[in-house]
């Protein structure tokens, strides 16, 4: 029972996954002597956080206003912006102009996805912006399927207004994608896929569990949990391997296990994939509740 209570919790605490993000964060602390480091390289739509490492107050203040003035920073508060247009902006300290820095941000074009994860045979939409901020120029979307040691080129589009573009994307498995302008790629990010999982009550006590992916995944463990009412909580009450795999849609496999449940009629069961059963190909998933 320790051994599946441990699988429950690492399967619930990956379900929640946050939303991919391409870009990174450089930071620049303030300090009696100025900026360091006092110029700061970054890629399109990255952030930029300044954190106040003196005892005295201090304020970051853009030239010609590119960017928004900070707060008036306390010692060790913080300010981020986040730049989406590229060029080079100068800075200084409101409070001691004396002190500046520079931020270069390099053209190029970002790229985002949403949701994080999508189930098997879902569809994600990959959009960002390019740098120019133009509407017609072209974004190459290149994708690298797990597994594979190189990209390929996914679709070709054109950005909108304000240099905006998106493209869907229908991933079978976990896919790392980037997006293409001119000579600039945009950071790699990971579209994450969970497997379509199902269980169904065949009869009282016997249920079926099945996995749907573009791969067998043939040996994996599911965690099978009842709902307790009386604590409003799911509980593990057992573990099954699934063992029987066989050709759906191309390129889609089911791969199922039949199992007994001893629960009370009525009992809302379900199973989990946890997270280090479905890698590295795939998220974490879960089924929906049936009652027993």
């Given at each position: 029972m320790r051994r599946i209570w441990s699988a429950t919790l690492v399967a619930l605490a990956l379900l929640a996954?946050?939303?991919?993000?391409?870009?990174?964060?450089?930071?620049v602390d303030i300090t009696a002597a100025g900026f360091t480091p006092k110029t700061v390289t970054i890629e399109f739509g990255d952030t930029v956080t300044w954190t106040n490492k003196d005892s005295g107050a201090h304020q970051v203040l853009a030239d010609q206003?590119?960017?928004?003035?900070?707060?008036?920073l306390a010692q060790n508060q913080t300010y981020s912006y986040t730049f989406t247009k590229s060029g080079s902006f100068g800075y200084r300290d409101a409070l001691n102009t004396n002190r500046r820095g520079t931020v270069v941000v390099r053209a190029g074009v970002s790229i985002k996805t949403a949701p994080a994860v999508v189930r098997y045979g879902g569809t994600a939409t990959l959009s960002g912006v390019v740098s120019s901020l133009a509407a017609?120029?072209?974004v190459n979307i290149d994708a690298?399927?797990?597994?594979?040691?190189?990209?390929?080129?996914?679709?070709s589009?054109?950005?909108?207004?304000?240099?905006?573009?998106?493209?869907?994307?229908?991933?079978?498995?976990?896919?790392?994608?980037?997006?293409?302008?001119?000579?600039?790629?945009?950071?790699e990010l990971t579209q994450s896929v969970s497997p379509l999982l199902a269980l169904k009550r065949v009869r009282a006590r016997?249920?079926?569990?099945?996995?749907?992916?573009?791969?067998?995944?043939?040996?994996?463990r599911l965690?099978?949990?009842?709902?307790?009412?009386?604590?409003?909580?799911w509980k593990a009450v057992k573990q099954v391997t699934l063992n029987k795999s066989q050709?759906?849609?191309?390129?889609?496999?089911?791969?199922?296990?039949?199992?007994?449940?001893?629960?009370?009629?009525?009992?809302?069961?379900r199973v989990l994939l946890p997270a280090a059963q479905a890698a590295t190909c795939y998220a974490a998933a879960r089924s929906a509740a049936v009652k027993a």
């Open positions: 996954i946050p939303s991919a993000l391409s870009a990174t964060t450089k930071t206003l590119a960017f928004p003035t900070s707060p008036v017609g120029e072209t690298k399927q797990c597994g594979a040691t190189s990209f390929t080129r996914l679709a589009v054109k950005s909108t207004a304000n240099g905006a573009w998106s493209a869907p994307a229908k991933p079978v498995m976990n896919t790392v994608y980037r997006a293409g302008w001119k000579n600039a790629n945009s950071a016997r249920f079926t569990a099945t996995a749907t992916a573009a791969l067998a995944l043939t040996g994996k965690v099978v949990q009842r709902y307790v009412k009386s604590k409003r909580t050709p759906g849609t191309p390129p889609a496999v089911r791969t199922s296990v039949a199992f007994s449940l001893r629960v009370r009629r009525g009992t809302k069961v």
